[in-house]
């Protein structure tokens, strides 16, 4: 199988996976955010946050080091060291969560009580500690299964255990349950979660046999990637992952909370929808191509960021257009101030979407060290940002801090990472994408002006349809692209003639502008 027909597999499988756990996690949060409305949806967003913190820190870089090294040790021939690897990892990532779950009871028992929405704090935090213990595992699992660039297995436990996530959820909402309710239904979900994936890894793992010694000079690279991701991961989480929310609770209201909570799982899940769905398999590509040396790591690279801008032009200019539209469909008027929130965070998404080529890149060529450089600064930046602009301006306080942030941040990656395979991002091309996502913007604009749902439908559609015949016009794609597509237009005999003629020219245009 070819390295791009390999891809587009892994992206096939990696898509369901995402589709399916996106797609049902926000009609999850429709459930929920509906039932409890802004001010009960932020004290339960703001206590999943406080479960995701432990979650991210007692994975502190086990879950990337599963993908990177098993990729490497597959690469190289050596699967018997899989297994060793694997336990190690696990070992680690086991006293994580001990010193954690101490670290984190102490804070809980001083503070608790601003967090949990007048409930009892102990009850509250026992829920946080089982349920990182059954999430973060599954998270490296994830990981693990990564790494063998089995995405086949991720779309499997996505499309099983994200139903049963989703049932759980109905259940508390038909019931009428409180706040409390909901966050037993998401412990539950933990444990469907973690016996999916485990099962999916034993068998993995099984025909490899017993592990071979992992070589003390292995351990040092894993140690030192640990060492540097485990600050990177939590830093991370806690500057690009809706830390506005605590900001919010702390320093505004529940509500406020609740209505940036929605507007973020929105424009990250637009990032997953498209961008992300490539991303995801970039870690383990970017590996590979650097065993093969600089000059293609370098081509890679640059194909990858010009391909995630490709996917993510459109989403931005959806989220411009038809941000208060998807709002007032999704979650009812009771939202409505999430809509502009919204539209500012899926540009800012679907920006730091590109900048996931710069970090696998970083990351494959052991240069975590910059990735946490970049982190500690940003993250800095946005706590700090979040502190001042949240006290003074609430709401829009926490839009304008994510925004600079944000935006600061992917272009920091990418410049570090171009530097270090002595390359640059092809700008004609990026600024051809953009001028197709503009105009097929500029064919869908006189529909915002019909009823919110009608407004989705067709304006979506025109949306899409402008933009992939824009970018064919104007040569965003490769020649090698077009002539894949072509390849496929002539497995599927029933696509029109004039979409074949379309991609004829395009790709003879390609081809005579190398």
């Known amino acids: 199988m070819s390295t791009r027909s390999q891809t587009l597999r892994n992206t096939l499988?990696?898509?369901v996976g995402l589709y399916t756990e996106y797609g049902l996690g926000v009609l999850t949060s429709i459930i929920i955010a509906r039932d409890l409305e802004p001010a009960?949806?932020?004290?339960?967003?703001?206590?999943?946050?406080?479960?995701?913190?432990?979650?991210?820190?007692?994975?502190?870089?086990t879950a990337s080091a599963a993908i990177k090294f098993i990729a490497e040790l597959r690469g190289a021939g050596r699967h018997g060291a899989i297994v060793s690897l694997v336990h190690y990892l696990r070992r680690i990532e086991f006293a994580f969560y001990v010193a954690l779950m101490a670290v984190g009871g102490l804070l809980f028992w001083y503070d608790g009580a601003a967090f949990s929405g007048g409930m009892d704090p102990r009850l509250v935090f026992a829920l946080i500690v089982v349920s990182v213990g059954l999430r973060a595992p599954y998270m490296f699992d994830i990981g693990t299964l990564k790494g063998f660039e089995?995405?086949?297995?991720?779309?499997?436990?996505?499309?099983?255990?994200?139903?049963?996530?989703?049932?759980?959820?109905?259940?508390?909402?038909?019931?009428?349950?409180?706040?409390?309710?909901?966050?037993?239904?998401?412990?539950?979900?933990?444990?469907?979660?973690?016996?999916?994936?485990?099962?999916?890894?034993?068998?993995?793992?099984?025909?490899?046999?017993?592990?071979?010694?992992?070589?003390?000079?292995?351990?040092?690279?894993?140690?030192?990637?640990?060492?540097?991701?485990?600050?990177?991961?939590?830093?991370?989480?806690?500057?690009?992952?809706?830390?506005?929310?605590?900001?919010?609770?702390?320093?505004?209201?529940?509500?406020?909370?609740?209505?940036?909570?929605?507007?973020?799982?929105?424009?990250?899940?637009?990032?997953?929808?498209?961008?992300?769905?490539?991303g995801a398999i970039l870690l383990p590509l970017m590996a590979k191509a650097l065993s093969q040396g600089s000059a293609i790591a370098a081509r890679r690279f640059v194909a990858s960021s010009s391909y995630l801008f490709l996917l993510a032009a459109p989403l931005i200019v959806?989220?411009?257009?038809?941000?208060?539209?998807?709002?007032?469909?999704?979650?009812g008027p009771a939202f409505a101030a999430a809509a502009p929130v919204l539209a500012v965070l899926i540009v800012v998404c679907c920006i730091g979407s590109v900048g996931a080529a710069?970090?696998?890149?970083?990351?494959?060529?052991?240069?975590?060290?910059?990735?946490?450089?970049?982190?500690l600064a940003i993250g800095a930046l946005k706590l700090g940002l979040d502190w001042w602009l949240i006290r003074l301006h609430g709401l829009h306080g926490a839009v304008m801090a994510s925004a600079i942030a944000g935006v600061v941040g992917t272009v920091s990656i990418l410049s570090l990472a171009a530097r270090s395979v002595d390359t640059g991002l092809d700008w004609p091309r990026l600024a051809r994408m953009a001028l197709a996502a503009l105009l097929a913007a500029a064919l869908a604009w006189p529909l915002t002006a019909l009823p919110p749902l009608a407004s989705l439908i067709f304006g979506s559609g025109v949306l899409v349809l402008g933009y992939a015949v824009g970018t064919l016009l104007l040569g965003c794609w490769s020649a090698a692209d077009l002539d894949y597509?072509?390849?496929?237009?002539?497995?599927?005999?029933?696509?029109?003639?004039?979409?074949?003629?379309?991609?004829?020219w395009a790709g003879a245009r390609a081809r005579e502008s190398v």
């Open 13 to 15: 499988f990696s898509s």
């Open 40 to 61: 009960g949806y932020g004290v339960y967003v703001a206590i999943v946050w406080l479960a995701g913190l432990g979650i991210a820190a007692t994975n502190s870089g």
């Open 150 to 278: 089995n995405f086949a297995a991720t779309a499997r436990v996505a499309a099983v255990a994200t139903p049963c996530n989703l049932l759980l959820m109905m259940t508390a909402w038909l019931l009428h349950l409180p706040v409390l309710g909901f966050l037993v239904a998401y412990l539950l979900s933990g444990v469907v979660f973690r016996l999916m994936v485990r099962h999916e890894v034993t068998r993995m793992l099984a025909p490899l046999g017993p592990g071979a010694t992992l070589p003390e000079e292995l351990r040092r690279r894993i140690r030192r990637h640990i060492r540097i991701a485990a600050g990177t991961v939590t830093i991370t989480f806690l500057s690009a992952r809706d830390v506005e929310v605590m900001f919010l609770t702390r320093f505004a209201s529940s509500a406020d909370a609740g209505f940036y909570k929605v507007a973020y799982q929105l424009a990250t899940g637009a990032a997953l929808l498209a961008p992300g769905v490539f």
């Open 318 to 331: 959806f989220g411009v257009l038809f941000s208060a539209d998807v709002i007032h469909v999704l979650y």
């Open 358 to 375: 710069g970090s696998s890149l970083l990351v494959s060529a052991d240069r975590q060290h910059n990735i946490l450089l970049v982190t």
């Open 485 to 504: 597509f072509a390849t496929l237009c002539d497995r599927l005999p029933g696509l029109s003639r004039p979409l074949r003629r379309l991609l004829a």
